[in-house]
């Protein structure tokens, strides 16, 4: 196979997200620089490409035949589609979802309605502009309030949860203020928490679910910031998780069933939780979700089931240069040479 330029689209992480949140979807230079070992370790050449304000003109000229788009993007909601969008309108292929599916699961509430409109379990939920808004009838506690165009469990910690409407609107306040964004709040469903990923194109598979054992159990357990920020001792994965097989087929399903909904392309990491009977809720759909080596679910997810970090960026790859050749023209056959005689 002929080495490809691959370009590497990322946002550099320079906060330290322990102290200030603004950052915490960005990649650390150590993670672009394990994703580029692992890139090249399938035979390309990796171009870096920072996706700031100068990426428009740097990718022009960059000459890559393929993005691996990682980027989380800038400011606002459809700021994870700026990269692939680019990569549009530049007519190169790149990995992962496309604009429209990146944008309709970053706005949480969003993805919410076309999960429910195509018949997967998410929990009851309710948009918050103000904190003034009536709650819908026969709303039931506890919930948790999220900001609603976040990720890595940020603006969520153990006050999250809440129990009656003067709490819920408080933190639906402090979300609105602090993030200058609407607060979602959720029916809060208490029980195990699951995530798996599903990785390939044109046909993805689900690898089995990954429990993610909070180590210190209270009643009202959440994968907060923190924790995500400092696992070691507070958190335990368990993969494959031990569920009965109905319930990791079902998982496994509607993981799947997700997927399609958003049109999602190479890589996603669905979340769940499963309540008191049991029964499987999908949280959030993500479609970039962190590829840390030994750190992101995704990947430790990949590696309880044998698949190595290597092979998981292969996978993801995949797809791309899939898609790279069913748009690329084939070269130019040489003419047939006349038969002798
Ligand atoms: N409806 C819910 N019921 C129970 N826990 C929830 C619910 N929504 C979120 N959580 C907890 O908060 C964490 C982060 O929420 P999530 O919606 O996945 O946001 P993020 O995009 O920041 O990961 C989840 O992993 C889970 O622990
Ligand atoms: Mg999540």
């Given at each position: 196979m002929t080495p490809l330029r691959v370009g590497l689209t990322y946002n550099l992480k320079r906060i330290d997200a322990r102290r200030d949140d603004a950052e915490a979807e960005y990649d650390s230079p150590k993670t672009v620089a394990a994703l580029a070992a692992a890139i090249a370790a399938h035979g390309h050449r990796v171009v870096r490409l920072e996706a700031n304000a100068r990426l428009p003109v740097r990718l022009a000229r960059a000459g890559v035949d393929l993005v691996f788009n990682l980027a989380e993007g800038g400011l606002g909601r459809s700021r994870e589609a700026h990269v692939p969008a680019l990569c549009e309108l530049l007519g190169i292929p790149y990995t992962g979802s496309d604009p429209a599916a990146l944008c309709v699961t970053l706005d949480k509430a969003l993805g919410k309605r076309v999960l429910r409109d195509g018949g997967v379990p998410t929990p009851d939920f309710l948009v918050c502009d103000t904190g003034r808004e009536p709650l819908p009838r026969g709303w039931r506690f506890p919930a948790i309030v999220k900001p609603?165009?976040?990720?890595?469990?940020?603006?969520?910690?153990?006050?999250?949860?809440?129990?009656?409407e003067a709490a819920l609107r408080r933190r639906c306040r402090a979300m609105i203020r602090r993030y200058r964004q609407s607060a979602l709040v959720e029916r809060y469903v208490t029980g195990r928490e699951f995530t798996l990923g599903v990785v390939g194109w044109p046909r993805p598979a689900a690898f089995p679910p990954m429990e993610v054992v909070f180590l210190r159990a209270g009643a009202r357990t959440v994968y907060d910031y923190s924790l995500k920020q400092d696992w070691v001792g507070k958190v335990e994965y368990v993969c494959p998780a031990r569920i009965p097989q109905r319930l990791d087929a079902e998982m496994r399903r509607l993981a799947l069933d997700s997927f399609r909904l958003f049109g999602c392309r190479d890589v996603a990491r669905v979340d769940f939780r499963v309540d008191e009977r049991g029964r499987p809720w999908v949280i959030e759909l993500n479609p970039l979700p962190g590829l840390t080596p030994d750190y992101s679910d995704i990947v430790l997810n990949a590696a309880a089931v044998g698949i190595g970090y290597e092979e998981l960026i292969g996978r993801i790859l995949a797809g791309g240069l899939r898609r790279r050749a069913l748009t690329t023209p084939a070269r130019p056959r040489r003419a047939a040479r006349a038969p002798a005689g």
């Amino acid at each position: 196979m002929t080495p490809l330029r691959v370009g590497l689209t990322y946002n550099l992480k320079r906060i330290d997200a322990r102290r200030d949140d603004a950052e915490a979807e960005y990649d650390s230079p150590k993670t672009v620089a394990a994703l580029a070992a692992a890139i090249a370790a399938h035979g390309h050449r990796v171009v870096r490409l920072e996706a700031n304000a100068r990426l428009p003109v740097r990718l022009a000229r960059a000459g890559v035949d393929l993005v691996f788009n990682l980027a989380e993007g800038g400011l606002g909601r459809s700021r994870e589609a700026h990269v692939p969008a680019l990569c549009e309108l530049l007519g190169i292929p790149y990995t992962g979802s496309d604009p429209a599916a990146l944008c309709v699961t970053l706005d949480k509430a969003l993805g919410k309605r076309v999960l429910r409109d195509g018949g997967v379990p998410t929990p009851d939920f309710l948009v918050c502009d103000t904190g003034r808004e009536p709650l819908p009838r026969g709303w039931r506690f506890p919930a948790i309030v999220k900001p609603n165009l976040e990720g890595t469990s940020k603006g969520i910690t153990g006050a999250s949860v809440v129990d009656d409407e003067a709490a819920l609107r408080r933190r639906c306040r402090a979300m609105i203020r602090r993030y200058r964004q609407s607060a979602l709040v959720e029916r809060y469903v208490t029980g195990r928490e699951f995530t798996l990923g599903v990785v390939g194109w044109p046909r993805p598979a689900a690898f089995p679910p990954m429990e993610v054992v909070f180590l210190r159990a209270g009643a009202r357990t959440v994968y907060d910031y923190s924790l995500k920020q400092d696992w070691v001792g507070k958190v335990e994965y368990v993969c494959p998780a031990r569920i009965p097989q109905r319930l990791d087929a079902e998982m496994r399903r509607l993981a799947l069933d997700s997927f399609r909904l958003f049109g999602c392309r190479d890589v996603a990491r669905v979340d769940f939780r499963v309540d008191e009977r049991g029964r499987p809720w999908v949280i959030e759909l993500n479609p970039l979700p962190g590829l840390t080596p030994d750190y992101s679910d995704i990947v430790l997810n990949a590696a309880a089931v044998g698949i190595g970090y290597e092979e998981l960026i292969g996978r993801i790859l995949a797809g791309g240069l899939r898609r790279r050749a069913l748009t690329t023209p084939a070269r130019p056959r040489r003419a047939a040479r006349a038969p002798a005689g």
